[in-house]
């Protein structure tokens, strides 16, 4: 059972709050905007290093009453070779996953089956991400997990009604609110999942989509497989690029009134019939590797524009990795104080750890705030630093989220 820390205000907090002085991100001229989404082989990556950490803290938890020691965040896809054709090609090379990191296999005298879950969750995750993808055939995953080392096993241990200790010196960072172009790359992503590949199961599980503002103009250039089951031939294939053309377009026009470009597969080449066809719906059966955390960030995009952490949030433990609970918690604050305190433009928000402090008590929480014109950040400071102590003093709450797939990692 995860127990969520009562409010502790005996030890102050070093939250600092201070003025942003900069032109509001809807005004600068140029804005980039990116995400893989679920079939890209970098986030197919991420899918399951973070299914297989919450499988592991659920059997953790029935086995041994608490989440145990485990990182699942060095996975790694090596791409395939397949011969796609009009009409249903093949995988002459299957799809390599490699799942490592480490678990903790033993606790108390219990046995915990923790490759034999990894492998499990993985291939449930594969099939239902891919839904193109021959299990037995189009991919092979091994695993290699390990055990963690003596002193960050440690850290790791829980003590009753005390926060957890860092494992790491490290940080975490959030903002808020989306702007237009961000909020457009990531609803057509789930527009996409959740609708749109239903009425079309042509298009892949495999789209990058690249959001571009100048001005007051937005440029959106998806690069999206297409299963070449479903496609009799170019003239469908060239329909189907339409199709998803059109839908980007009405999503985005639902979100802005500036104008919208959207450009698909530009690398085609139609006289040649060189086109991104794929018989599984990923490019990873094709000369696309991925990596854990060379992807999204834990709100789901790649902002630029925005401060960032390299960290990868995915298959970190839920418990004490500051790379995956402090940028989720960051991102999370960043929208709460959005949400309650009136008055703010832009809120970006910085977690700093030192390893073996509690995780509720960060050497640094950073609140840059760009105000709006009629405000003066002396005015909505104490609001923020409430909302960013009450989420530092409620922070074991995340970890019930994060193993119920309650929050995005990735």
Known sequence: MIIPLENDHKMKRNIRV?????IPLERQGIELVERKCLGHPDSLADGVAEAISRALSLAYLEECGAVLHHNTDQGEIVAGE??????GGKVIRPIYMLIDGRATRQFNGINIPTDAIALETARKYFRTTLTNLNLERDITIDCRLGTGSTDLRDVFK????TAPRAND?????GHAPFSETETIVLGLSDYIDTTLRARYPAIGQDIKIMGLRAGDTITLTIASAMVDRYCSGLSQYIEYKDILKEHAEKVARKITSRKVSVQVNTADDIDTGSVFLTVTGTSAEM???GSV???NRCNGLITPNRPMSMEATSGKNPINHIGKIY??????LAKECVKEVDGIEEVYIRLLSQIGHPIDQPLVASIQVLPREEFHVSEISRDIEGVIDSGLANITCITEKIIHGEVRTF
């Open 18 to 22: 201070e003025a942003l002085h900069q």
């Open 293 to 295: 955390g060379r992807g």
């Open 158 to 161: 829980p003590c009753q009604g």
């Open 327 to 332: 940028n989720i918690l960051a991102t999370m």
């Open 82 to 87: 397949s011969i796609p054709k009009y009409g």
């Open 287 to 289: 000369g696309d590797d």
């Open 169 to 173: 010196t490290s940080f975490g960072v």
